[in-house]
């Protein structure tokens, strides 16, 4: 009796203790008595947003849905990289609109964000410097 208490117990610990790692978020709002999808935003394992879509509506001229994605690239816990694309439902295809890439110098703590449009032209160059508390 005692043993089995004792693995309930482990296993209800476990459980709890484990299984709180948030995996994905889904937005939605209420249009004419219906809930409708308006964002989506994943996580991995570590918390960090690895892709986020927004649901956009009809487009008369190309007679599709399109969804805006943003797609995280992390490596050791840093982000390196940044996709923004449109999504265009019926053809199953995503056009990249513009494009990041950062860099990281952990010694003067300064991150460097290169922003680059779909023609690779540079939008923005942009540094951001962290102080000491």
Do not use: H, W
Not at 8 to 31: D, P
Not at 55 to 75: C, H, P, Q, V, W
Not at 80 to 102: G, L, M, P
Request: proline share 0%; charged share 35%; net charge positive.
């Amino acid at each position: 009796m005692r043993k089995k208490s004792i693995y309930i117990l482990i296993f209800l610990f476990s459980s709890i203790s484990f299984g709180q790692n948030i995996k994905a978020i889904t937005e939605l709002k209420k249009e004419n008595d219906n809930l409708v999808k308006v964002r989506k935003s994943e996580f991995d394992k570590f918390g960090n947003l690895t892709k986020e879509v927004k649901f956009g509506g009809y487009d008369a001229i190309s007679k599709t849905f399109r969804n805006k994605n943003r797609i995280l690239e992390y490596e050791n816990g840093k982000r390196v990289s940044e996709y923004n694309c449109e999504d265009f439902v019926s053809k199953d295809t995503c056009v990249i609109r513009s494009f990041s890439t950062y860099e990281i110098n952990l010694k003067t703590r300064e991150e460097k964000q290169t922003k680059y449009e779909a023609d690779t032209l540079i939008r923005f160059i942009r540094e951001v410097k962290k102080k000491k508390i």
